[in-house]
């Protein structure tokens, strides 16, 4: 095929892709004036039989335009999920009185670029016009922020999927008076970057957080000459790569980084394990109050007495009352010695009666409950 005949072909493509993007952007704008309504008139935001009755379609119109139908019907459930997404914290704001907030200042451990910064962003960009994302070198320094007001919340990291359950925000949820009111979720995809493009052979040394060295340990096998260094983190290894401008030096990092610090990305998806997503969650000063009708998980810390059966008294319980439990961890308890602290997630609200019969239970036959909060469940896989 001829060099022009592809270019026209490309270029067509192009105003193919932009007229999609135009359209999505028109629908999320219909879709805030359908959002003013319901809240106006407290409609429920899910209409799971219009939603089939639009999947019925779309399969139908599929065929019709020569598509795969399950491949479309994917590609709009996504589409509504982005909607939903959209319209739950639209509710959560209106019911907690920050629907007139405009600005909101974030804290996370890390620099500009990090991981917990790329989410924070993703989590708040569409709701406020201002998202002031503040880093701090310890996961208890952005904590103590929000504590003093200093910052309105915090976004910390509290599980991934390679590395297991990150203590360290445990252990604050246990000692700090914060409260998760949300959760993030983010699939973590580690690229090799460098201030140009040069060949793997030239590179002598990356440095990267030791947790992306190990998740990404067999590329940097493939590296033989290659010195691999801890730093701080991912994005301050990114900035050192930038400022030195050293070639035969790299960074691990995420792509935002890699924009973030003009950085040319030489290699992607470089971890052992492709499936890598980290959960974080958003710590604030108060609960919030969620409508029942959200898809919510509650988060709370229990203690038991030092007896025979005890937790298995207390997890039945809940079970008793139809909940299911979709986490559950332990960690010493601090100043017991040999006692254990178990955090739980559970699926519902404090706001639905089952969920707030079986935790009056609980604090009745536990030694320590503290509720960490209901929280909207984080949908959708982008």
């Not at 203690?303 to 010493?332: F, V």
Request: charged letters at 30%; glycine letters at 4%.
């Amino acid at each position: 095929m001829a060099d022009d005949t592809l270019n026209s072909i490309r270029k067509r493509i192009d105003k193919l892709d932009q007229t999609i993007i135009d359209a999505l952007g028109e629908r999320q704008r219909v879709v805030r004036d359908v959002l003013a309504d319901k809240l106006e008139k407290s409609k429920d935001i899910r209409d799971p039989g219009r939603e089939e009755e639009m999947m019925e379609s779309i399969r139908k119109k599929a065929v019709k335009a020569g598509m795969d139908p399950y491949f479309l019907e994917q590609l709009f459930r996504e589409v509504i999920s982005h909607s939903v997404r959209y319209q739950t914290h639209a509710l959560v704001d209106h019911q907690n009185k920050k629907a007139n907030q405009t600005s909101i200042k974030v804290a996370y451990q890390g620099t500009d670029g990090a991981f917990s910064h790329q989410i924070a962003m993703r989590h708040f960009e569409q709701r406020y016009d201002e998202v002031i994302c503040i880093g701090f070198t310890r996961f208890d320094q952005a904590a103590v922020a929000v504590e003093k007001g200093d910052t309105d919340v915090a976004m910390l990291p509290i599980e991934n999927t390679t590395a297991g359950s990150i203590n360290d925000t445990y252990d604050l949820l246990a000692e700090k008076n914060l409260f998760i009111i949300g959760e993030e979720i983010l699939k973590v995809i580690h690229c090799l970057m460098a201030p140009k493009k040069v060949e793997l052979k030239n590179i002598r040394r990356v440095l990267s957080h030791p947790q992306a060295i190990a998740q990404c340990s067999r590329f940097l096998a493939t590296l033989p000459r290659c010195h691999v260094e801890s730093y701080f983190d991912t994005a301050m290894a990114a900035r050192k790569v930038k400022n030195d401008g050293d070639l035969s030096q790299a960074a691990i990092g995420s792509a935002y980084a890699a924009k973030l610090y003009d950085l040319e990305i030489l290699e992607r998806d470089l971890a052992n394990q492709k499936e890598n997503y980290t959960r974080f969650v958003v710590v604030g000063p108060v609960e919030v109050t969620c409508d029942p009708q959200l898809n919510c998980k509650t988060s709370l810390i229990f203690a038991t007495a030092d007896e025979k059966g005890e937790l298995l008294k207390c997890l039945n319980l809940l079970g008793d009352h139809g909940i299911n439990m979709t986490k559950l961890e332990s960690r010493p308890r601090p100043h017991h010695p040999w006692q254990s602290l178990f955090y739980l997630d559970l699926e519902g609200n404090t706001e639905e009666l089952r969920v707030s019969n079986a935790l009056s239970r609980l604090k009745k036959q536990a030694q320590f409950v503290k509720v960490l909060g209901s929280y909207p469940v984080r949908e959708g896989k982008w």
